[in-house]
């Protein structure tokens, strides 16, 4: 995906889309290298009983504790030439959450991060070259986030775009936040 590609497909997708809340954010001194923007309110989950188990799911689970504020971005990744999710959460007093709590909310889904690593600052498979979650500077604003390393991305969607057998952008943006919303809740 060329970024003129990404450009289109988030205006396609945020015109179609009104109730996600997404807008666009135009970068402030480079026209052409903007990205999509919203906040969210997400929780703390509450400890479960057994959270070895898998029937387990959101619905279900015991309700959250403590509202946390998400700032959520879809940016282009010039290197691997998809979107990607980055982000960042706060708690009510505005201090940013660290990794094993920042896991721990309802942003994502319940067993996302089953079987992997995780370190203070990147959660990873083991044995993986990139790691799925890890910090970053946002890249049009420069600022701290947390993004979802997009390598795998293409061929993700492109499987799905095969099975639908259509090509039209927004339905290729639509397929990568099917994709995103295994991981995050979107």
């Given at each position: ?8 497909a ?22 052409g290298?903007g ?5 969210a ?36 990744s ?8 980055y ?10 959450l660290p ?29 993986s ?6 910090q970053g500077?946002?890249?049009s ?31 290729w943006?639509?397929?990568w ?10």
């Amino acid at each position: 995906m060329l970024r003129s590609e990404f450009c289109a497909a988030a205006d396609a997708f945020i015109a179609a889309h009104p109730t996600a809340h997404w807008a666009w954010q135009e970068h402030p001194t480079a026209p052409g290298f903007g990205y999509m923007v919203r906040s969210a309110l997400h929780a703390r989950r509450a400890a479960t009983e057994a959270p070895e188990d898998d029937n387990l799911d959101d619905a279900t689970a015991a309700g959250p504790v403590e509202t946390l504020n998400c700032m959520q971005y879809i940016v282009y990744s010039a290197t691997f030439q998809v979107p990607a999710f980055y982000f960042t959460l706060h708690d009510a007093s505005g201090s940013p959450l660290p990794l094993d709590e920042l896991v721990q909310t309802t942003l994502f889904r319940r067993f996302a991060f089953a079987g992997t690593e995780k370190t203070s600052f990147a959660v990873s498979l083991p044995e993986s070259v990139f790691p799925l979650l890890s910090q970053g500077d946002h890249p049009s604003l420069g600022t701290p986030c947390w993004y979802l390393h997009p390598c795998q991305s293409t061929a993700a969607v492109d499987e799905i775009m095969v099975e639908v057998g259509e090509q039209r952008l927004e339905r290729w943006i639509e397929a990568w936040f099917m994709v995103l919303g295994t991981v995050v809740s979107v």
